[in-house]
């Protein structure tokens, strides 16, 4: 078992529980473009209750008559939650479907439109959410000021769970496709066990950043992103460089490990080589299947967290993160939750 991720500000102030109830858990996608009205592409916004992404994509397929392969979506989508999310339906011509059939107990059609792309995996802005914790025992004070600790400085930008699977059978799934014992042909599959086998060297990195204080922090021969972008760049440490980073213009970056060379230099470059050193049946199995490289930031700014005590034992978090971020890594900041996480 993989040890403990490090937290940020000294540890969780309150215990509680999550997803008690799927409204405990909203989700809102932001899609972050203008839909054109017309296209061969229908895009369905969706609110589902309790119901799986891909399982709801292969309903509409199956309703609009059409192959899977003709349904896409943005991301997966917490099952155990309310989600507000897109699918994008390719149907060109001019054939409609009547898609209040589609609806249910738990599942409402709230938009269709017409659009000139396919609704690919990764395009999306971000995710709304809004998370409600029962059984809170805590010191309210203490909690609250985690609480304002966290919108002020971000949180270390970890993978969560769900990426690594129940008990994290993903990772042992990579470790198999690896060293041979795993045969695969579902490419979606090894996608999936790929990705957690990034995922996990990415937070062992960020990891040993959070125990050094570096995770907010420019290291020498580190390179640079922006929060909800893809690319970085590298950037001496003068002063400007210094106050970009310390008012969250700009972050420490983590490898998403790949094929070629590691982008840092320097000591940035020197913690990253230990930690793959650490793990290297992962770094040459990803190597071995010439992933691409890329980076993500080491650090998840929460500036519109807002937050109440709807009663005496329940909290209510509202934020806002980029596609790729969790919300179960803000809140395990402030609190120890228990609850289902897929």
Known sequence: MAPPLPHAF?????????????????????????????????????????????????????????????????????????????????????????????????????????????????????NRFTVTVRDVQGERAALEE?????????????F???????????????????SGELKLRDRKLEGIYLSAARSEIFNRVLARRVSDGSWKQALEGDVFMFADSRSFFRAGLDEETLRRVAVQDIHPSGPLWGIGELATTGAALALEQAVAA????????????????ARRSLRLPVPDLSFEFPDADSLRLSFSLPAGAYATVVLREAVDFEGALD
């Not at 650490?278 to 490289?293: I, V």
Request: aromatic share 8%; with cysteine.
């Open 10 to 126: 000294g540890g969780p102030a309150a215990t509680g529980a999550i997803k008690r109830e799927p409204e405990d858990f909203i989700v809102e996608e932001i899609l972050g473009f203008a839909l054109t009205g017309e296209g061969e592409h229908i895009f369905l916004n969706i609110r589902k209750r309790g119901e799986n992404t891909d399982h709801l994509a292969r309903q509409i397929a199956r309703f609009a008559g059409l192959p899977g392969l003709a349904v896409s979506y943005a991301g997966m989508k917490d099952r155990h939650a309310v989600t507000t999310q897109w699918f994008g339906v390719h149907l060109p011509g001019k054939r409609e479907v009547d898609w209040a059939g589609l609806e249910s107990e738990t599942v409402s059609v709230l938009e269709s439109v017409r659009h000139n792309r396919k609704l690919k995996t990764g395009a999306l802005q971000g």
């Open 160 to 178: 969560g769970p769900q990426r690594f699977g129940r008990e994290g059978a993903n990772l042992a799934r990579a470790e198999a496709l690896f």
């Open 146 to 158: 985690k609480l304002a600790k966290i919108k002020a400085e971000g949180v270390p930008n970890y």
């Open 278 to 293: 650490e793990y290297p049946s992962l770094c040459e199995g990803l190597q071995r299947k010439g992933m691409e490289p």
